[in-house]
């Protein structure tokens, strides 16, 4: 799947009837109402045989699913959430735009009342699912005169007049996940899908993204543990100069600060997802937390699987072994649903406040 770039539809199909696809969704619409420390357990295990599987879910979980339940109506709830909570249908999330990545305030797409509808003109890039979900959650400026106060979120169905999937694009890694271009044209979505207030569209942007950075930083961890797991391994049976390899002081301080540093990203992900179970009653955030989460713990994947290939020696850089693509997959952490600097702008503006 990852030499084809082949999203791996079975095995999605599988996990909705296992109910891996609603784990924090209330039983209520579907879900298995499971604490953000067991979801973060379930990404990082996925994470560890496929990083693409892993984002699949977790964009569906954290950016679709969170953010209708928590603004959704009642009839947006039924008719989205518990078809998504139970694998019946694809999310995605569509914020960036191609003049709006870190900036995700600077939208060109607009949202025009009409009538009933809104009639929506733009274009989303690297859009992950974006190309088969039958549900997007689209941000756009309804007014512009009021900045990031103007965004609004629409549910949009993917058989809607006006929109069309662009561009697919080759990436590096996590090649079997799909990311797209997105286009609507005048394209018409009825006020009734609308997702939460007029102008709410940011708010709504943020607090997915603060969920959604903590299932990066669980799915960052997985991508480390995996590699880590292989290099001691090929550690232990390897041998060079008449011994193994693990006997080289070289290669075992390499291990040790290995597996401290992802000792240490675990804890910050379980905080964070602690952060989350703790505010999920109130209205407060967990910002700080996620990105320290996902700053920590996406450095530290690119740090490990860049170790783990030097610990393989040449057989490491071949495709044969898994630690190749352990890191092309991790660098993706570092830069979706907000990049390394990004993260430390969010720490930096909550510890100065
Ligand atoms: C595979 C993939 C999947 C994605 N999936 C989705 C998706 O499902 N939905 C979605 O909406 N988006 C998605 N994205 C978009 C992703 O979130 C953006 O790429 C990311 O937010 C960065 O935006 P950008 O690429 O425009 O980079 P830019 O914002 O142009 O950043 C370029 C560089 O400038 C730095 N920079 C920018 N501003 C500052 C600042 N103030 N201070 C310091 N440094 C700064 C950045 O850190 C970066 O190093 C995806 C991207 C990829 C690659």
Redesign the pocket.
């Known amino acids: 799947m990852d030499e084809k770039g082949d999203v791996p539809f079975e095995n999605i199909k599988t996990m909705g009837e296992l109910g891996f696809l609603g784990l924090t969704v209330s039983e209520e619409y579907g879900g298995a109402a499971l604490d953000t420390v067991s979801y973060c357990v379930a990404i990082e295990e996925i994470s560890k045989a496929c990083a693409a599987t892993a984002i699949v879910m977790a ?1 569906r979980d954290s ?1 679709v699913c969170y953010g209708i339940e928590k603004f959704g109506t009642e009839e947006q709830k039924q008719r989205f959430l518990v078809p998504l909570a139970k694998g019946k249908l694809i999310g ?5 735009e191609p003049g ?5 305030a600077a939208q060109k797409t607009t949202m025009v009342l009409d009538g009933d509808e809104y009639i929506v003109n733009g274009t ?7 190309g088969f979900a039958d549900v997007i959650v689209l941000f756009g400026m309804t007014d512009k005169s009021q900045g990031y106060r103007g965004i609004s979120a629409l549910l949009v169905e993917k058989d809607t007049a006006g929109f069309s999937v662009g561009t697919e ?1 080759e ?1 590096l890694g ?1 090649r079997a ?1 799909s ?1 797209c271009e997105l286009m609507f044209e005048d394209c018409r979505v009825p006020v009734t899908n609308r997702l939460g207030e007029e102008g709410q569209g940011f708010k709504i942007a943020m607090t997915d993204l603060d969920a959604g950075r903590i299932s990066v930083a669980a799915q960052a961890l997985g991508i480390a543990e995996a590699a880590y797991q292989a290099a001691l391994e090929y550690a232990k049976v390897r041998v060079q100069f008449g011994q193994l390899i693990a006997k080289f002081q070289g290669i075992q301080w390499m291990l040790a600060d290995i597996a401290t540093r992802i000792e240490a990203s675990r804890l910050l992900v379980y905080n964070a997802a602690l952060a989350k179970h703790r505010t999920e009653e109130t209205d407060a955030r967990y910002s700080k937390e996620a990105a320290m989460a996902k700053l920590y713990a996406s450095e530290t994947a690119s740090w490990v699987t860049d170790l783990a290939i030097q610990i393989h020696g040449g057989y490491g850089y071949m495709k044969e072994y898994a630690v190749e693509r352990g890191y092309r997959d991790a660098r ?1 952490t570092r ?8 993260q ?2 969010v720490i930096a503006r909550s510890i100065l406040r």
């Open positions: 964009v950016l995605a999330f569509a914020l960036t709006a990545g870190c900036d995700g989303k890039n690297f859009i992950t699912n974006g694009e990436k996590i996940s990311t993706i830069i979706y649903e907000g990049t390394s600097d990004r430390r702008l």
